[in-house]
């Protein structure tokens, strides 16, 4: 069976940068490979219905984070994240699932700034680009995550 190019592309580009997202949050190689191809594998099953969509990389990640996080349920080993606000899972996990629907370079400047604990300067050079586009990052995905646990708070 012959894979679509476009799958290709998105594999190619996007499986490090899932990994590296994966990784920070459950720091086990293991699981997050194993997150990171099933959700690869996942996205080219429903790649008919996915397709080379804008937003299909978050996909991915949201996937793979999901992944990952039941995998270390599983195993017993989920907390919540080092550097989260709440001691309560279930805000830890809803803020996990905010983290996971920011765009793609947003999720990258949270994981690697608020996650790894690294600073604004060496962000900016994991990531290509100046400090200033890491704070722009920094502040509007703080600002849709604020959203979206109010929004939580309100529905839920």
């Not at 099933?38 to 937003?55: K, M, S, V």
Request: with cysteine.
């Amino acid at each position: 069976m012959r894979v679509d190019p476009r799958f290709e592309r998105l594999f190619l580009e996007e499986y490090e940068r899932v990994y590296r997202t994966v990784f920070v949050l459950c720091r086990d190689r293991a699981i997050a490979e194993d997150a990171v191809q099933e959700a690869f594998a996942r996205c080219l099953e429903r790649w008919n219905r996915l397709g080379d969509r804008p937003w299909i990389g978050g996909w991915v990640t949201s996937t793979a984070l999901n992944l990952a996080r039941r995998s270390l349920r599983r195993r017993g080993r989920f907390e919540a994240a080092p550097s989260s606000p709440g001691k309560d899972v279930e805000a830890s996990i809803d803020l996990w699932a905010g983290i996971g629907s920011l765009p793609r370079r947003q999720q990258e400047a949270v994981l690697l700034h608020y996650a790894a604990d690294l600073p604004i300067a060496e962000v900016a050079a994991l990531m290509n680009c100046q400090e200033g586009t890491v704070k722009a990052h920094l502040a509007r995905a703080r600002e849709s995550l604020r959203q979206h646990m109010e929004g939580d708070r309100v529905d839920g």
